[in-house]
Structures are given as structure tokens and as C-alpha cells.
């Protein structure tokens, strides 16, 4: 009864901050090799796997509607920032222009350079995903994943792909970069689930 009690933080905002984490203002960069460095005008999303081929240039992205949402973003390495602002396509936007095959339960998420990760059709196909152009009102920068990134709120931020080039429709789970090197296949911050064996 007291245990209930003691482990939740005083200070977690009303159950915003998940456990084990801590409130940064600042904006930590976490990224795995170098930045790629090229132009919103020449970001691609290439569509494969269980779905019909194509590649959605820039400008047949940009005449989708244009979204801002604000929401808290949540690190495996212990960082939280609440009422981050992006603008960007919503995912619930582009999945009607894609035909994908019945079998298509998962998608592997593929970034320029090589990193993926992977989430499952229910992760990935949300109204506050975007595929995210703008950050506080500003250009997305290089190193937050600019021109164009994924950002998944509900799930810890690795999931949430900077540079992101292509969208892999799967049949089964898969693990992608961080999911093979030891995280979690899901991540949920709220459930603690930050390495395969949480
Ligand atoms: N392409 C790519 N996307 C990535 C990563 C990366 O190394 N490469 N790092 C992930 C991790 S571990 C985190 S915590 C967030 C960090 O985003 P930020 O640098 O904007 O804080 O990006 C994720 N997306
Ligand atoms: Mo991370």
C-alpha cells in the first residue's frame, strides 16, 4: 500500500514523466555514426515490402496536409521533454495512399545511412505520428534528424527515425538496429520497456 505510493515520483506531472526518467529543457542529440546533410527538396520516401512500390518524392508529400501537434517526447537514456512542437504529415495522412497487402503487420522504418527500426502496423499507424519537417516553429536541424524524420510520441525515441528514407511493410516482427544491439522490440516508456529482457 505505502510502496504504491513511494514509488511514484512527487514530481511527475500528473503521470507524464514515466518512471525512471527526469525532465530536460534542453534538446540532447543522440545519434549513432554522422548526420546525413542534404535537402528537404531531395528527401524521399520509398515505400517496399507488402505494399505496392513507390517512392513519394518531396513536393508529393508537401501537398498533404500539413500538421503541428505538441507533445512529450521520452528517451531510453533517461531524458524527458514535455510540450515538444512539431509540424509535419501525419502517418494516418499517407497509409490511405499506400495498397498494402493483408499479410502487412508490421513496418521496418529505414533512415538514409542504414538505421531501421521497426514497429507494428498499431504503433505506427497513429494520428499524432508525423513524419516531421519543422521543430518549434523552425526547420528541423541535421542533427535532430532534419529535413525530415519519423516522431512516434508514444514509444521511447529511438523509435522515432531522423532521416528517414523508406517504409518497409512486413509480415512478422523484426528487429531493427537498437533492437538487435539489446532494446526492447516495442518500447513503451510507461511500461518500463527499455531492454529485450524488460
Ligand atoms: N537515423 C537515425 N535515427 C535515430 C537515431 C540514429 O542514430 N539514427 N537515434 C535514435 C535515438 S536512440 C534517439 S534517442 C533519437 C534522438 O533524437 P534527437 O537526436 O533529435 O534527440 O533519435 C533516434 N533516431
Ligand atoms: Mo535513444
Redesign the pocket.
Known amino acids: 500500500m505505502l510502496g504504491k505510493f513511494f514509488k511514484k515520483p512527487a514530481d511527475d506531472m500528473n503521470g507524464r514523466v514515466p518512471p525512471g526518467q527526469s525532465l530536460t529543457s534542453r534538446?540532447?542529440?543522440?545519434?549513432?555514426?554522422p548526420a546525413p546533410r542534404y535537402k528537404l527538396e531531395d528527401a524521399t520516401l520509398k515505400i517496399s515490402g507488402l505494399a505496392e512500390a513507390r517512392e513519394f518524392s518531396w513536393p508529393q508529400l508537401r501537398a498533404l496536409p500539413q500538421t503541428t501537434l505538441t507533445y512529450d517526447?521520452h528517451?531510453?537514456?533517461h531524458w524527458s521533454k514535455l510540450d515538444t512542437t512539431w509540424t509535419g504529415i501525419r502517418v494516418t495522412d499517407i497509409m490511405p495512399l499506400l495498397s498494402l497487402k493483408p499479410e502487412a503487420s508490421h513496418v521496418m522504418i529505414h533512415?538514409?545511412?542504414g538505421?531501421t527500426?521497426n514497429l507494428s502496423l498499431d504503433d505506427f499507424v497513429r494520428p499524432e505520428n508525423l513524419l516531421a519537417y519543422r521543430f518549434d516553429d523552425k526547420p528541423l536541424e541535421t542533427?535532430?534528424?532534419g529535413p525530415l524524420?519519423l516522431v512516434v510520441p508514444h514509444l521511447?525515441?529511438?523509435?522515432?527515425?531522423?532521416?528517414?528514407s523508406g517504409l518497409e511493410f512486413i509480415s512478422a516482427d523484426a528487429p531493427g538496429?537498437?533492437e538487435r544491439n539489446g532494446y526492447h522490440m516495442r518500447g513503451d516508456p510507461f511500461k518500463d520497456e527499455r531492454y529485450s529482457d524488460d
Request: hydrophobic residues 40%; charged residues 15%.
Open positions: 534538446f540532447p542529440v543522440l545519434t549513432y555514426g517526447i528517451c531510453v537514456t533512415s538514409v545511412g538505421y527500426t542533427e535532430h534528424g524524420r521511447y525515441f529511438w523509435k522515432s527515425a531522423k532521416w528517414i538496429f537498437w
